[in-house]
């Protein structure tokens, strides 16, 4: 599985909705040095990560069973750090997952089935080398990771958190509403019957995940929970860059700010939803809307 990286951070963990600036994040914790994964998506997504746990009908099921995720985080966790085999336990989980989403894929499109599920099997067994002396931690970026905040805190010692965080009406219109589909009913909030409901249905996801978000970052404090305004990250890139090396405790003066602060890009879909009618939203969402830096 390739040579045993000496880790100094780690796992560092990006989540967020889909589509929230969670692969710019990615961008910049791999110019950073940190290790993110042999098997990613064009949008940077850790696909083992994805494999083991963006199951929606396991999750339901098996979301309160601390001792399977864990199981799974270990599977993870032996596969990126070249730390051991896996146990006969840890095997059974991944061979379960592999099977489970080669037959039901990992969203309402079903994609993931056949060919990809197996691809990931063999990535997590056989993950290859890479060089290991120049990194400076390790983690991943998969933004339903927001779901298994407690179990990986519970788990990794060194464990950080990074969430990313766009303006809940431009999210509504999103044409990526997987979390939506996979999540809504863990929040309450059926999947909608029509397109034209999507929206609505969208920002009332946003609005409880982030509600819930709020009170994790309470409890895990701000040494291991970072949140971060997307629409800030290109506005002020240099200022919100600062906050993001302070939390990853690496010395600002080791690093080109200049350099990393090219990455954010402003988005097309900015402010998106001003051009949208928005009945539906209520004075306690601007409350929210405006306590989270939007309005």
Same mark, same amino acid.
């Given at each position: ?20 600036? !969670? &692969? ?9 040095? %940190?290790?993110? @994964? ?5 949008s940077?997504?850790?696909l ?21 995720? *864990? ?9 990126? *750090? /070249? *730390?051991g ?5 840890? $095997? ?5 997952? /592999? ?10 499109? $079903?994609?993931? !089935?056949?060919?990809w ?8 067994l %056989? ?11 390790? @983690?991943?970026?998969?933004?339903n990771?927001? +779901? +298994?905040?407690?179990?990986?805190n #519970? ?7 990074? $969430? ?15 979390q939506?589909f996979?999540?809504?009913?863990? %929040? ?5 019957a ?7 249905? /969208?920002f ?5 995940v982030?509600?819930?978000?709020m ?19 290109? &506005? ?19 690093? #080109? ?6 990455i954010?890009?402003e ?7 001003? *051009?949208?009618? !928005? ?5 306690d ?11």
């Open positions: 599985m390739g040579k045993k990286p000496e880790f100094l951070n780690g796992p560092i963990v990006i989540g967020g909705i889909g589509g929230s600036g !969670t &692969r710019v994040l990615a961008r910049i914790l791999m110019e950073l040095n %940190y290790f993110i @994964g042999n098997d990613l998506n064009e940077l997504d850790n083992s990560y994805t494999l083991l746990f963006k199951r929606p009908k396991w999750y339901f099921i098996n979301r309160n069973r601390r001792d399977l995720i *864990t199981r799974g985080l270990r599977v993870l966790e032996k596969s990126m *750090t /070249s *730390t085999p896996l146990s006969p336990a840890e $095997h059974i989980f991944l061979l379960q997952a /592999s099977y489970d989403m080669y037959r039901n894929g990992q969203n309402i499109s $079903h994609y993931g !089935t056949g060919k599920a197996i691809d990931r099997y063999r990535k997590i %056989y993950p290859g080398r890479y060089k290991a002396d120049c990194l400076v931690g390790w @983690g991943w970026k998969e933004p990771s927001h +779901l +298994l905040l407690d179990c990986m #519970d788990f990794f010692p060194k464990f950080k958190y990074i $969430h990313t965080i766009r303006h809940g009406l431009d999210m509504a219109f999103s044409q990526n509403q997987q939506l996979n999540w809504g009913g863990l %929040y309450g909030i059926p999947a909608p029509a397109q034209e409901k999507i929206p609505e249905a /969208s009332r996801y946003w609005v409880a982030h509600k819930q978000i009170t994790k970052a309470a409890q895990l404090g701000s040494d291991k929970f970072l949140m971060v305004n997307f629409d800030k990250l290109y &506005r002020e890139s240099d200022k919100e860059i600062g906050k993001l090396l302070t939390f990853l405790e690496i010395p600002h003066d080791q690093i #080109d700010l200049n350099l990393l602060s090219t954010p890009k988005p097309p879909s900015r402010e998106r939803y001003r *051009t949208k009618p !928005t009945p539906w939203v209520t004075s969402d601007i409350k929210l809307l405006e306590q989270l830096g939007f309005l």
